[in-house]
C-alpha cells in the first residue's frame, strides 16, 4: 500500500476554510481531509504508484483552482516539464 500525506499551511483560517470547502466535496471516499485552523492536512493511499500519481495529479489541480478562486494564485503554474501537467 502506498500512502501520501499533503500539508498545506495557509496565511490565514479563513483562506484554509475556502479551499477546504472547494475540494472536500470532490474527494469524498478518496481523499481524507482535514482542516486545523490554517493547516490544511489531506491524505490518500493506493494498491499501485500509477493510480497514486493519477489521483495526486487531480488533487492538486482542485486545489489550484480553488486557490486561484480564493485569489491566491494570480497567474497559471509553469509547465516544467513539458507534459502539461500540474507542477
Given at each position: 500500500m502506498i500512502?501520501?500525506?499533503?500539508r498545506i499551511r495557509?496565511?490565514?483560517e479563513k483562506?484554509?476554510?475556502?479551499v477546504f470547502d472547494s475540494v472536500s466535496p470532490d474527494n469524498e471516499g478518496y481523499v481524507s481531509t482535514e482542516l486545523h485552523g490554517n493547516l490544511l492536512l489531506m491524505r490518500?493511499?493506493?494498491d499501485n504508484a500509477g493510480t497514486m500519481r493519477?489521483?495526486?495529479d487531480d488533487l492538486?489541480?482542485?486545489i489550484k483552482a480553488a486557490e486561484e478562486a480564493?485569489?491566491?494564485v494570480s497567474a497559471p503554474a509553469p509547465d516544467l516539464?513539458?507534459?502539461s501537467l500540474f507542477e
Open positions: 500512502t501520501l500525506e499533503l495557509y496565511n490565514d483562506t484554509a476554510k475556502a490518500m493511499s493506493s493519477n489521483a495526486a492538486m489541480a482542485c480564493s485569489g491566491l516539464d513539458g507534459d
